[in-house]
């Protein structure tokens, strides 16, 4: 099959039409009313089911996907630590939660253990409040079932089922029902970039125990979870020299071995990320003395390459010598035309396309540290992903770690300057903090006023007039 996207091309043609009352472009963008006719209550949207959420829950095809981006969040939200209950940490991450929900629509939590279950009950219930949809993890682990994700989210979606019709209450007096809590989960993360091993089989197992046991499983005659998504991440197509692992082509998997997406494909993207790493940067964009506009022309450059989309179609390959100039190019890197053709040669109906950038920095982390992520990559990460068919954009990272930093640390200012001169970190002025602080929360509240706002507004009604640079 062709890896040519030339049908991709119609569809450029209709993002120019105005937002009508359920879609745009003949794509359904969810309702505010019940196909009977009833008016829903003030912030619930209607799509596989009725949440309480900005955006509806739906399957996205790769055609649908494009120019809109429904589904942002931020990785690594919860503070947590296999030595201590969930609880011990429920203030800081019901304020993590607070944060982020300002301009996300979905927050991610972590059910890593089964001892988790209460609490992660407790901080569903917050995202309800603040109409965030959930995603939560269903990674199997059958060497230690204790951290058996896939078990834990069972026992989860069990007590809110038992719950369904009864108001659950968290610490803060917040209140959701059982079953209104199950109809904002839009995701279960089902793995991280191990498909060179698991292979074609071993990624379609995945998919079908996550159908078999959550997914499509019966509980008093319904099927009361059938919306949950699974979501599987995968390596750049790109990665490790030109010698990574998921397919784009017949050819790819005949000649490279590559591994072929399963038919019953679900969430499916990857994670690549534009670091600014001192020994390929051009310059330190923490230089508020050079230009915006080139450091927005170096993160465009970057995108280039890895993720814009082409509606007059790109025929990826698997080349060869990465450390040739004469291979930095799209046809080369570009993981959205990859996998585009990744699920097009697998006709995988269900299938829709994720993918976690970046917004953070390493450091100290020897020749792998990193100047501060500017705020001229995350919008030029969000400008190209929405212009093509991804419909889910996640930030790495959020809380972090001691090498790893991320959203979390420039709202509170706490960001540390990482230079080939003081590659252990040297703190910034309070000056350059505000700047940080004021520049990031404006470029994720601009993404979330363009989402909830513009792309769905006909669920949300119009935007503030005002935005609130706390």
Known sequence: MSRKHLFFCAITVLLVAAIHAHGQGGVWRGSTTLPS???????????????????????????????????????????????????????????????????????VLYNRYDYYRDEIINLMIRCFRNRQLIILSACPNTKDKEKDAHTNLIAILTKLWENRDKELTNPEGDKATGRQLINNVLAAGLGDEGECGLKTAGLAKLFAKFDREIRLR????????????????????????????????????DKHKRVQLPPNTQAIGVDVYHYWFHKHSPFDPADLSIPREKVRAHSDEWQRIRTRYYPEGLEVRVCENAKDPATWIPECWNDTHALMSAIELTRAKNAMMWYIGVSGQLGPAGDETTYTTPVETMQAYYDELKAGPWVALSWWVFGGSSTCHGGLEYYDKTLKHYTPKHPEGEPYSQEMLDYWHDAYVKVKMGMFNDVVYNQFGHLNGPGPATQNKE
């Open 37 to 107: 006719g009833e008016k829903l209550p003030p912030g619930y949207v209607s799509g596989d089911v009725v949440s309480h959420s900005y955006v509806p829950i739906r399957t996205w095809t790769p055609r649908e996907g494009i120019g809109i981006l429904p589904y942002l969040f931020e990785y690594d939200m919860l503070l947590w630590t296999g030595k201590n209950r969930l609880e011990d940490f429920h203030a800081e991450n019901i304020r993590r939660i607070d944060i982020a929900s300002r301009w996300s629509t979905a927050i």
């Open 218 to 253: 019966k509980m008093n005659g319904e099927q009361p979870f059938r919306h949950i998504k699974g979501w599987y991440n995968m390596l750049g197509y790109a990665a490790f020299d030109y010698h990574s692992c998921y397919a784009a082509s017949q050819e790819d998997v």
